[in-house]
């Protein structure tokens, strides 16, 4: 399919030299080379090769980004790190391998901000949907509610990276665009989007704090939901964590990796970069399929994507995987930013008493502790990695819903939800498990 162009006469924005910027729909990633995608998906950095991260050769780039954030202020970590899954190597291998296509209920409907000379000032992944599935971020009861009242919810427009509740930047733009106008400009765009699409909504999920904000501004409806994370305070190894931890829950924590690997002959490895082969993609894959099919039903990703990855992102790529009497039992894979670890899928096929956590959370803690990452997102969900010294964290998500009435009714729930999530953070993190004054040994 080829992209087409807006005819819209308001254009949305004008770049510093004043020209007018039109948007542009994409329905496939394939109709943007990778390089112009990534200038705006993770300014300031350059991808190349398996996934080797480089800083942008131009010193200018991530200051001119900050500054587009606002001046002096300290820009939020998820405005400038960078992050995997908004690359164009992660959403196109979605595409190419037939995991987020129309078929499976993820028609690409991409947009691009443009200047008058053709280059990208901003873009906006984004998927016309007939479904809610593959979100983590529920609305299917709003869908129930609507369709009840005799409305149809479905087509919607939904903003995220498929299978993927990773908070990061879902409003694109260039490091030399006002981040705040391209964010306007953007939000607007999609409502126009939605509108000649005939979608009843749009749905902005995962996204960082400041554009919350700015889409809250802008009339979209705002909700919160919960994560667990592990923040590095400039630990040298798992045993500089432990001292942080209360005396009980750090034994507790030192038992269940005794436990974990009590098994005669459980070995672990770390497997990344040109290291990686098929191999290891077929075992984990058998993981995935096993834990998926139970889990879900049907799970989302195929063998195609995780080969592609392999080719676009092993550096950015890291399998944790136990290994018992020569064969691979189960395994962990997660991505690699700048400054994060993110935690992905978990499988076996060989159960073990505290593996999960092991592979999951304590492997992942001594990775980002070896390689001076400042935290672990360890997935959606799961208040039991609390006692891991996982704490809760706000996530965050706008909506902008066409019908008057669902807009109201909705609005009245998020109120009351997100006073909810607040309520639950903190009472969580009462409960976390680390020392409370500096006299508990």
């Not at 162009?5 to 910027?21: C, E, F, I, L, V």
């Not at 400042?374 to 996982?390: I, N, S, W």
Request: proline fraction near 3%.
């Amino acid at each position: 399919m080829t992209s087409s162009r807006s005819t819209d006469s308001d254009a949305p924005a004008k770049n510093d030299g004043g020209q007018t910027a039109t948007l542009r729909i994409l329905s496939s990633l394939k109709d943007v080379s990778a390089s112009n995608w990534d200038q705006v998906a993770n300014p300031g950095w350059q991808l190349s090769g398996r996934g080797l991260l480089q800083k942008d050769p131009r010193d200018e780039a991530l200051a001119e980004l900050s500054g587009a954030l606002g001046g002096g202020s300290e820009p939020a970590s998820e405005e400038v790190d960078f992050n995997p899954f908004l690359s164009h190597a992660f959403l196109e291998a979605l595409e190419a391998s037939g995991c987020a296509t129309e078929a499976t209920g993820w028609l690409p409907r991409h947009m691009l901000l443009e200047d008058g000379s053709g280059q990208i000032l901003g873009a906006v992944p984004a998927y016309l949907k007939s479904h809610s599935q593959g979100e983590y971020v529920f609305d299917h009861g709003w869908a129930d509610a609507f369709y009840r009242a005799g409305g149809e919810y479905y087509p919607k427009l939904q903003i995220s990276v498929p299978f993927t509740p990773a908070t990061g930047r879902r409003f694109l733009t260039s490091a030399g665009v006002n981040r705040e106008a391209g964010l306007q400009a953007l939000a607007a765009g999609l409502v126009q989007v939605c509108q000649r699409s005939g979608a009843s909504s749009v749905h902005a999920t995962f996204l960082t704090k400041p554009e919350w904000d700015t889409l809250g501004d802008l009339g979209y409806l705002q909700r919160t939901d919960q994560q667990f994370h592990w923040e590095n305070h400039d630990y040298d190894s798992f045993d500089g964590f432990l001292a942080d931890l209360a005396s009980r829950k750090r034994k507790a924590v030192k038992k269940e990796r005794r436990e974990a690997l009590s098994a005669e002959g459980i070995e672990v490895e770390w497997v990344t970069g040109s290291d990686l082969t098929e191999a290891h993609w077929d075992a984990f894959y058998t993981f995935y399929m096993d834990t998926g099919s139970r889990k879900w039903g049907r799970p989302y990703l195929n063998r195609k994507f995780y080969s592609l990855i392999n080719e676009r992102l092993a550096d950015r790529t890291l399998l944790v995987l136990a290994k018992r009497h020569g064969q691979y039992i189960a395994g962990a894979l997660n991505f690699i930013g700048s400054q994060t670890l993110f935690g992905r899928h978990w499988g076996c096929t060989e159960h073990h008493p505290f593996l999960h956590f092991e592979l999951c959370y304590y492997q992942a803690i001594d990775f980002a502790i070896a390689n001076k990452l400042k935290r672990v997102e360890a997935g959606a969900q799961g208040a039991h990695k609390l006692a891991r010294g996982y704490l809760p964290t706000t996530t965050y998500s706008a909506h902008w819903i066409a019908h008057e009435g669902l807009h109201q009714a909705v609005a009245d729930y998020l109120e009351q939800e997100r006073l909810a999530v607040e309520r639950e953070n903190e009472a969580l993190a009462e409960h976390a498990p680390f020392r409370k004054t500096d006299q508990e040994i």
